[in-house]
């Protein structure tokens, strides 16, 4: 069990364009999301935390209009890149945690976002 | 504020030798996590093996283990019997007992397990 999936594993966008990348937790339900910028050979960086039903908490330097993210459901958490930039190419992980039990971060396997 | 060390970049061993990771982090709190959380090519992160601070014995799983040393705030992780699938990075982190479940990453160390 804890499955954690993203959608879409790659995704190439047109500069000023928006995104959306999808994050679902499978077979349990996730009180609290997080999502994480990989930059090649780096670790991994939080960037905002997210709980089902009320705004997200974002980290000191992530613009919070840019990156826009929702978690709506137990098991549904989005995050929205608006108006990309090439600088905005990277690898995006999110994680998810339990309703109760186990304080483990599950993580899905990542999307990489390309802006041309 | 919590923060993770790392100071390995890069290591390599030979497949069937054992090896080992540091890890050394700083805190002012007592109770908490400590993760190793390995990163193949695939990208993808697995969990390899936790320690809650308030046990003293040390964790082990199967070929991984670690060696905790509170006082002196030092995780580093022993892999026994290294596989070729054990080339990944490897990454330290850290969790605040209690807290928003956030991890603090290390900066990692790309181990490669040489044939």
């Known amino acids: 069990g804890a499955v954690v999936s993203q959608h879409p594993s790659w995704v190439i966008c047109k500069s000023g364009t928006s995104v959306k990348i999808e994050c679902r937790s499978l077979?349990?339900?996730?009180?609290?999301m997080f999502w994480y910028r990989q930059f090649p050979k780096q670790s991994l960086m939080l960037m905002a935390t997210?709980?089902?039903?009320?705004?997200?908490?974002?980290e000191q330097g992530v613009e919070k209009d840019k990156f826009l993210i929702n978690h709506a459901s137990l098991t549904l958490s989005t995050l929205t890149v608006t108006s990309a930039h090439p600088e905005d190419s990277s690898f995006y992980i999110c994680?998810?945690?339990?309703?109760?039990?186990?304080?483990?971060?599950?993580f899905g396997p990542g999307t990489r976002l390309t802006v041309t | 504020a919590q923060t993770v060390t790392q100071s390995q970049p890069e290591m390599s061993v030979q497949e069937a030798e054992t090896v080992t990771l540091s890890c050394t982090y700083d805190?002012?709190?007592?109770?908490?996590?400590l993760f190793w959380y390995k990163q193949p090519p695939s990208r993808q992160m697995i969990l390899v093996i936790r320690?809650?601070?308030?046990?003293?014995q040390n964790a082990t799983e199967n070929r991984f283990s670690v060696n905790f040393q509170k006082a002196a705030k030092s995780f580093s992780l022993k892999i026994s019997d290294s596989q070729l699938g054990d080339t990944a990075m490897y990454f330290c982190?850290?969790?605040?007992?209690?807290?928003?479940?956030?991890?603090?990453f290390g900066s990692g160390t790309q181990l490669t397990v040489l044939p």
């Open positions: 997210s709980n089902e039903g009320s705004k997200a908490t974002y």
């Open positions: 077979d349990f339900q996730a009180t609290t």
């Open positions: 320690q809650e601070a308030y046990k003293q």
């Open positions: 805190t002012s709190e007592n109770n908490y996590y």
């Open positions: 982190a850290f969790m605040i007992y209690g807290s928003a479940r956030q991890l603090t």
């Open positions: 994680s998810a945690t339990r309703t109760s039990g186990s304080y483990e971060q599950y």
